[in-house]
Each structure stands twice: as C-alpha cells, then as structure tokens.
C-alpha cells in the first residue's frame, strides 16, 4: 500500500520557474527521501532528510519536511527542460529497521522550453 | 563505479508460467530491495535481503519469492504468472556502513525488468 499523497499529480511549467511538488505521509517515519523516474526507466536518488531535520538543500532542490504535519515538499528552482520527469517521495517507517521504502504516487512534472 | 545492473531488461512470459530477474548490486553493497511499479498500484515493495536473509517483506503472495547469493547478487522469482504481473521491477541496493554494522538509508536502483504476461 502507499504511505500517502502526493499533490499535484501532474504539473506544467515553463522553463526558468519554480516547481513545488508536495508530499503527505501517514506514520512515525526515520527519513524521507525523493526520488525521481524518466519515462518508466530506473529510479534516481535526489534527497534525503532525515526526520529531525527541517530543511536541506542540494544543487536547485530544496526539501522541507513538518513530522506534526507529516508531509514535506520538494522546490525545484529554475527548472530546465531536463528536469521533466516524475518525481517520488519515499518514507522509512521509524519502527522498521530494513530498508523498506514506502512511496507516493507520484508527480509528473513537464518543463517546456 | 558500475551501477546497478538487472537482467533482463525486457521478458514476455505467458500465464501460467514462472519467471526469475536478476539483480547485481553496487560492489559493497549488501543490501538489495525489490519493487513492483504498475499504473494501478504504483511503487510497491516486494522484499529486501541483507547478507543473504530476508530482513522485510511487503504484502504479495507467496508466488513471489526471492534470494540473495553471499556476492550478494539477488534474485526474484515469479511462479505461476498472472496478467496482473505484468510490471516495471525495480531492485535497488544500499551501501553497508562498517561503523554501523548495517545498510546506509540511500537506495540506488537498477534500470528494471519491464515483465509483460499475455
């Protein structure tokens, strides 16, 4: 089953803005990281924080996370057409000590040139 | 660094038949998980193996099983294939931390095994 929601399912933008994709999750979790997938290819690792942090940031990604919340949100900033891909955020459950993943469903994003 | 590699890329199987994909992790990388990817269902996680034991499994009958050799190589197998099998399988392998004794949270995956069961 998927941990949660994620909004919006599917976004348009044009090259140069900003893309925030948001992510809710259900449990007590150790980290939260995103992911993103071209075109039903592999999956690759953009983020992760943990779940006693707030902010991180990397290159053009910014992602927040509120555990009183339970949700976070992933910033793209100046997007580039290269960045039109899904993107997934993926939970660790705090009570489980493997690496078993649970994620959302999903955001395509589409960046036009 | 070679990444992770899954073979074969693309299988057509039948109902009613079984099938295996490979998995070869990261070189150090002793932990190897599995994931189904359907339009329906989304990412759903199968199993994961750390020194050649199941440490989780996800919620799929027992049709699904797995292994991990001590190369940590892994395996899946499907037996009895039914159309709704038919999936994007991803497998993904973690680095194992020597200060830690376990795997590190970041997960690198593999290309998949697109499965198509007519």
């Known amino acids: 089953s998927q941990q949660g929601e994620e909004d919006p399912q599917a976004l348009s933008i044009q090259e140069g803005e900003n893309a925030t994709m948001n992510c809710s999750y259900k449990?007590?979790?150790?980290?939260l990281q995103w992911y993103r997938q071209n075109s039903g290819r592999g999956l690759v690792h953009l983020i992760l924080i943990r779940s006693n942090e707030r902010e991180k940031h990397s290159g053009r990604l910014r992602v927040t996370l509120d555990t009183s919340k339970k949700s976070s949100s992933l910033l793209i900033t100046a997007s580039r057409a290269a960045d039109t891909a899904s993107y997934f955020c993926?939970?660790?459950?705090?009570?489980?000590?493997?690496?078993?993943?649970?994620f959302g469903g999903g955001t395509r994003l589409m960046v036009k040139p | 660094k070679a990444g992770v590699t899954q073979t074969p890329r693309y299988l057509i199987k039948t109902r009613g038949q079984q099938v295996t994909l490979s998995c070869s992790p990261i070189s150090g990388h002793r932990s190897v998980s599995w994931y189904q990817q359907t339009p329906g269902q989304g990412l759903q996680f199968l199993f994961e193996?750390?020194?050649?034991?199941?440490?989780n499994k996800g919620n799929f009958p027992g049709r699904f099983s797995g292994r991990q050799f001590s190369n940590s190589r892994s395996e899946m197998n499907v037996s009895t294939l039914e159309l709704g099998d038919s999936a994007l399988y991803l497998c993904?392998?973690?680095?194992?931390?020597?200060?830690?004794?376990?795997?590190?949270?970041?997960?690198?995956f593999g290309p998949g095994t697109r499965l198509t069961v007519l």
């Open positions: 193996y750390f020194s050649e034991t199941q440490r």
């Open positions: 449990t007590s979790i150790n980290n």
């Open positions: 993904a392998s973690s680095l194992f931390s020597i200060s830690t004794g376990t795997s590190t949270d970041t997960q690198y």
């Open positions: 993926a939970t660790a459950d705090y009570n489980n000590a493997g690496n078993m993943l649970t």
